[in-house]
């Protein structure tokens, strides 16, 4: 008997993963044919609820718990009174709310001239016209007050995530147990749905700007500690020594030889802080947040596309002005200039800001249009770009196409597809996703496959999540489609890279609800607009990293196979690609990743998933379920995310890449 149960652990040992993959497969396909002739039990198919654990309830308990018994809201309330002078003091310089300091609002001409000096300072005149270009756009197109509304949330949002980062980042990196701790914590924060981050920001801080301002806050921070982190780690011993040598405490250490060597990493970080914060602060429309995203919400509630078409493209020039501005931050190195320079030679980029600033400040109170363009001034053609698209829209041939693209997508392809999924036993998809997660990863990744998703099904909601699913693959797989062969054909000449990976950079800094409103235009409020949605948000990195793949692959391989006398196609698909796979697989990685946000953006439009939940819960108090629901979409993402990123690195180390 016991030579039986020490030979039996043996055996499953020496099992291949592909032969239990197939294994798991089989099973899995028996169970779903079991549940097609009607065999299967009730209770295998879906948990019945006597079963399924209540997680919000007991979740609610606990942050009632927190949030009364231990004092967490009083706290909360009392840091609110400080963030809400913040806020005041910023919305009062960027839009004239009547609060201290009482000397707002700026006018547009003073803050357009000022973006076009720091645009030339880092980066020449092309970021000049782009810095001031985008506030000249803003005021004349009449949306000046919105975009300050956004803008003096930023202001207060990104720094306080640049400093909170920055501090966690020194932390993690100078003691190890603090690592450990956040890491985890981090994997998970950034795959949290957006909604997640919203309702205890409006609980614990109160909903408008404030409670919108702490949830783009705590939204910006993980990427803020990886790069600090990142950046502290990579300073080279050279660096570290010749600082110990020169006498240099631990504190001056800090200061004058570990973050300037980081420098470039932390910057970087600086960038991501300001692009999530610009897309958060977007998003806390949801909970009163007043801004562009607001009113944005408010245009595409009404059906009017024209003034969301221009919102829009006054979100995408601001975060594209802020994206170049901030990552030419990171390329410029510190003037240096000698002993005895005069002050305005060191500074005359300040001088000449402060006094374009004063004079145009002076000059708008002579002149009301250089502070304030009224209603009747402003070029909005809101009217016109919506009867415009309604004549597009009404075009035979765009009516056919969109119409055909509805009718086969939504009944031949979409439709079959989720009710294929949803028809699929509980236990039988965790097995197909362990199998995949097995067979492209590992032992240590099924497994964890197999707890986040039977912890899904434990939840009550897998009904919901596998639509989420549904939605993700489809979108992913539609991008694949299209993403893939642009990147290759793009690949074969460096000016065809530059420029679509030109047009990646500048998507990737798109607002998310900007991608709503083409999908919205073509398709109305039906199943395929949410896909197409997600579908050309996830095709961004998709195409980026095939470019970068194929262009990265080693030239002695290319050229060993052109001396093989390999045909273009051959060499593509038996030596190119191959190389290029896992780099590719960090797109198909950041896709997934990017449809898991859009798919809950896309709640919007009007979803049956995840989403569409998490949206609910914001007109409430259910804590415990907007966390659970949460914890559900970050479970999924992590899924993906663990099994697909350590393929890759497998492969890397197998191909001699790394």
Not at 157 to 169: D, H, T, V, Y
Not at 224 to 233: N, Q, R, S, V
Not at 623 to 639: D, P, Q, R, Y
């Amino acid at each position: 008997m016991s030579t039986e149960t020490t030979t039996l652990p043996t055996q499953l040992r020496a099992l291949s993963n592909s032969q239990i993959a197939l294994g798991l497969v089989g099973a899995a396909i028996v169970l779903t044919l079991l549940q097609y002739l009607g065999g299967l039990p009730e209770w295998l198919h879906r948990l019945p609820e006597a079963v399924i654990p209540n997680f919000a309830v007991w979740l609610d308990a606990i942050f009632n718990f927190v949030k009364d018994d231990l004092g967490l809201l009083a706290f909360t309330r009392f840091l609110t009174e400080g963030l809400e002078w913040l806020l005041d003091f910023s919305a009062n310089i960027f839009f004239g709310k009547r609060r201290f300091p009482n000397i707002g609002p700026m006018p547009w001409t003073a803050v357009a001239a000022v973006a076009t000096v720091i645009g030339y300072h880092l980066g020449g005149w092309r970021l000049a016209l782009l810095g001031g270009g985008t506030m000249i756009w803003t005021a004349l197109i009449g949306q000046w007050e919105i975009a300050m509304q956004t803008m003096s949330v930023l202001a207060i949002a990104a720094p306080l995530a640049f400093a909170i980062g920055l501090s966690l980042g020194i932390a993690a990196w100078k003691y190890s147990k603090v690592d450990r701790v956040i890491k985890p914590v981090l994997s998970v924060l950034q795959t949290l749905p957006f909604f997640t981050y919203l309702l205890p920001a409006v609980i614990f801080f109160k909903v408008g700007p404030t409670a919108g301002a702490v949830a783009t806050t705590i939204y910006a921070i993980p990427p803020m500690i990886l790069m600090t982190t990142l950046g502290l780690k990579k300073v080279s011993p050279e660096v570290i020594e010749a600082g110990k040598m020169s006498g240099c405490t631990k504190g001056q250490m800090l200061r004058h030889v570990y973050i300037p060597s980081a420098r470039t990493e932390i910057l970087v970080g600086v960038n991501q802080v300001i692009m999530l914060c610009l897309a958060m602060v977007v998003l806390t429309a949801f909970i009163g947040m007043p801004g562009l995203g607001a009113k944005l919400l408010a245009m595409m509630g009404s059906f009017k596309l024209g003034r969301s078409f221009e919102i829009g493209i006054t979100i995408v020039l601001l975060a594209v002005m802020l994206d170049r501005m901030s990552k030419a931050w990171v390329i410029k190195q510190p003037e240096h200039f000698e002993r005895g320079t005069p002050y305005w030679k060191r500074h005359s980029m300040l001088l000449l800001g402060v006094a374009l600033f004063v004079g145009f400040t002076l000059l708008s109170l002579i002149v009301p249009f250089l502070a304030e363009v009224g209603r009747g001034q402003d070029f909005s053609q809101g009217k016109e770009l919506d009867n415009l698209i309604k004549g597009f829209l009404n075009i035979e041939w765009v009516k056919a196409t969109t119409g055909f693209l509805r009718a086969f997508l939504n009944v031949q392809v979409l439709i079959p597809f989720r009710n294929f999924m949803l028809s699929i036993p509980t236990p039988a998809f965790i097995f197909l996703v362990a199998a995949f997660a097995l067979a492209l990863a590992g032992r240590r990744e099924a497994i964890f496959a197999l707890v986040f998703f039977s912890l899904v099904a434990l939840s009550g909601w897998w009904d919901r999540a596998i639509i989420t699913l549904y939605s993700v693959i489809s979108a992913v797989s539609l991008a694949a489609l299209i993403g893939l062969p642009i990147g290759i054909l793009a690949s074969r000449s460096s000016k065809w890279s530059e420029r679509v990976l030109l047009i990646c950079d500048t998507a990737q800094t798109f607002p998310s609800f900007v991608y709503l409103i083409p999908a919205i235009m073509l398709f109305g409020i039906t199943d395929i607009a949410v896909i197409f949605s997600i579908l050309i948000f996830a095709m961004v990195p998709l195409t980026r990293y095939t470019i970068e793949g194929l262009r990265t692959v080693p030239e002695e391989m290319t050229e060993a196979a052109d001396m093989s006398g390999a045909t273009r196609m051959q060499k593509l698909w038996s030596v190119q690609l191959p190389l290029a796979l896992p780099t590719m697989a960090v797109g198909f990685n950041q896709a997934i990743m990017f449809a898991f946000f859009m798919v809950i953006i896309a709640a919007f439009i009007g979803t049956q998933d995840l989403g569409q939940e998490l949206q609910r819960t914001l007109a409430g108090t259910d804590l415990g379920k907007n966390f659970v629901l949460g914890i559900c979409v970050s479970l999924m993402a992590l899924t993906f995310d663990l099994t697909i990123m350590k393929w890759a690195s497998d492969k890397k180390r197998a191909l001699g890449l790394e």
